[in-house]
T-cell receptor, first 116, second 112 residues
Framework: GAVVSQHPSWVICKSGTSVKIECRSL??????MFWYRQFPKQSLMLMAT?????????EQGVEKDKFLINHASLTLSTLTVTSAHPEDSSFYIC????????????FGPGTRLTVT | SQQGEEDPQALSIQEGENATMNCSYK?????LQWYRQNSGRGLVHLIL?????REKHSGRLRVTLDTSKKSSSLLITASRAADTASYFC????????????FGKGITLSVRP
């Protein structure tokens, strides 16, 4: 099956710093990638949708200047959390959808971000 | 915003029993998907059922979809301790810009 990786799997950073999370589709080309955030014991909340080569579409309430998304190639999307605060501590999960009209999304293993 | 609503929110059963989880949604969909998530891990895709399908099987999993009631159920037969996880339904709308909207999830505990 299709594999999506995320790096790093966990990261601890100090308040005020920026953190970049990578999402890669390993064996397929992903025209669309999605970024989700999940707080403990809660569901996944979609943050933004990114299409290769174009600007990301952010969900209502998500600050695009704080969560920078770059989908520079068909196999890589990055999420940068800028000026991180403790309330940004969460589990960030990406997913990727391939070409060809398939509706199936393949999820990465997630990145645990802790801001101290 | 979330669309799917699963019930129950938590389910505890004995190994070998069947587990039934329900999901209701509000708007029209192209398909509905069920995922499993072990604690602190990513999501595992279990099964996808299209809006024109009523039932689908995959191993010990059986999913039904009733579009008139906007509801779906996931049945896990002969449960195992390894089935202990959170289960989410997710609805996918129509069109090229479709995106998954997840329910709140059900925590399933299977006692050995």
């Amino acid at each position: 099956g299709a594999v999506v990786s995320q790096h790093p799997s966990w990261v601890i950073c100090k308040s005020g710093t920026s953190v970049k999370i990578e999402c890669r589709s390993l064996d397929f080309q992903a025209t669309t990638m999605f970024w989700y955030r999940q707080f403990p014991k809660q569901s996944l909340m979609l943050m933004a949708t990114s299409n290769e080569g174009s600007k990301a579409t952010y969900e209502q309430g998500v600050e695009k200047d704080k969560f920078l998304i770059n989908h520079a190639s068909l196999t890589l999307s990055t999420l940068t959390v800028t000026s991180a605060h403790p309330e940004d501590s969460s589990f960030y999960i990406c997913s990727a959808r391939g070409q060809g009209g398939s509706y199936e999304q393949y999820f990465g293993p997630g990145t645990r971000l802790t801001v101290t | 915003s979330q669309q799917g609503e699963e019930d129950p929110q938590a389910l505890s059963i004995q190994e070998g029993e069947n587990a039934t989880m329900n999901c209701s949604y509000k708007t029209s969909i192209n398909n509905l998907q069920w995922y499993r998530q072990n604690s602190g891990r990513g999501l595992v895709h279990l099964i996808l059922i299209r809006s024109n399908e009523r039932e689908k099987h995959s191993g010990r999993l059986r999913v039904t979809l009733d579009t008139s009631k906007k509801s779906s159920s996931l049945l896990i037969t002969a449960s195992r301790a390894a089935d202990t996880a959170s289960y989410f339904c997710a609805t996918d709308g129509s069109g090229a810009n479709s995106k998954l909207t997840f329910g709140k999830g059900i925590t399933l505990s299977v006692r050995p």
